[in-house]
């Protein structure tokens, strides 16, 4: 016996699969049958869940920008509209005072 | 698909029939050793009914099933690695029957025989490094559009929160460099998995860092130091050790 000590916590699902399913975590399958040997099935799978559609569904989309990259860019993005909205709001608190003094 | 094939979990040095007894794979199926040339291979019988190509095709899309059937694997493959140096397999790795599952383990060997060799007296830790936004607001830029005197002033504080939102960022993306190379040292190999999407994380924060290191058990203690000097230059729970893990991430033997 090793012994490794036991774990404190469960694995969570994501770290068993992006460990099981074999280098990262990762979008569509690609299930190959040898095809001359047929008694071998062999799954290759590049991506975490079958298909991207289902990963969708999950809410996992980032493969779709840089990892690191697109928090900062999705920060931006609700930056930008929130700043949109209230130089909208502004403009129109504007206008109000200038047709109430007029 | 009718009738069974032999799923294969791991490749390991040879294993005592007796220290498998009560495990139990995909499927619940009981798990056994099959063996060639000083190695052994750890099967079950599986159901043709779920694992031929098209119904694993369609399960693997049921992410209830993937769940189910990787934890599986992975029990397994952790109940190996407590009792002997274990290559873990991929997840669904199939033969038609126990003497192919032989063939398989046969032309793997010379590969298998090298990992084993390098993972002995091994195992693999995750190191997770999660960002924290340390630069909060302060309490006039909290107090938001009622404190603003003009637009003007009020979107050049908001370009000068993004600009500083950015430098953040640059620095977290340093941050998590320095941590894995500290590590590194520490470590006979390591590796960066992708970050995990928070949604799939369940972590209130993105995550800057998702490493694996393979670390000797002899050296684990001052890995672990490391780890919790590193932890304690910054705040409560930023960075997350998981493990000891069976070396998924270091044991590969197959082609990709």
């Known amino acids: ?19 099981v399913l074999d280098k990262g975590l990762v979008i569509a399958g690609d299930i190959r049958v040898n095809l001359l040997d047929i008694e071998l099935l062999t799954i290759k799978i590049r991506l975490l869940v079958a298909s991207v559609d289902k990963a969708r569904e999950m809410g996992i989309d980032w493969w779709e920008h840089d990892p690191t990259l697109s928090v900062g ?30 | 698909m009718t009738g069974t094939a ?34 052994s291979c750890l099967v079950s019988t599986v159901d043709l009914a779920a694992f031929g190509e098209e119904p694993l095709r369609a399960n693997l899309e049921d992410l209830g099933w993937l769940e189910r059937t990787a934890r599986q694997h992975d029990d397994v493959v952790r109940a190996a690695a407590r009792v002997t140096t274990t290559v873990p397999l991929r997840l669904a790795t199939i033969c038609a029957n126990d003497a192919a599952a032989c063939d398989r383990l046969a032309e793997l060997g010379s590969k298998a025989s090298a990992v084993l060799d390098e993972l002995d ?24 559009p009622a404190a603003e ?29 320095r941590l894995y190379r500290e590590l590194e040292r520490r470590a006979v190999r390591a590796h960066r998995h992708r970050p995990q999407d928070q949604r799939l994380s369940g972590a209130t924060a993105p995550m800057l860092l998702n490493a694996a ?16 000097d590193l932890a304690g230059e910054r705040p409560p729970d930023s960075i997350v050790v998981t493990g000891p893990w069976p070396p998924y991430s270091f044991a590969t033997v197959e082609e990709r």
């Open chain 1, 1 to 19: 016996m090793t012994g490794l000590p036991s774990r404190e916590e469960a694995a969570s699902l994501a770290d068993v699969l992006e460990r």
């Open chain 2, 6 to 39: 032999t799923y294969l979990y791991a490749i390991t040095r040879p294993v005592p029939q007796a220290d498998l007894a009560g495990l139990r794979g995909v499927g619940d199926e009981p798990v056994r050793a099959v063996g060639v040339g000083g190695l």
């Open chain 2, 213 to 228: 290191y393979l670390v000797d058990r002899e050296r684990v203690d001052e890995f672990r130091r490391a780890v919790d």
């Open chain 2, 149 to 177: 005197s003009s637009g003007a002033a009020y979107l050049r504080r908001r370009r000068e929160q993004l600009e500083r939102r950015n430098a953040q960022s640059e620095v977290a993306t340093q941050e998590a460099e």
């Open chain 2, 121 to 144: 007296g091994r195992d693999e830790w995750g190191v997770k490094l999660f960002a924290v936004d340390r630069a909060a607001p302060s309490a006039a830029e909290e107090a938001g």
């Open chain 1, 73 to 102: 860019q999705r920060d931006l993005a609700d930056e930008n509209r929130a700043l949109r909205s209230r130089v909208a709001e502004l403009e129109s608190a504007t206008q109000a005072s200038k047709k109430a003094k007029a």
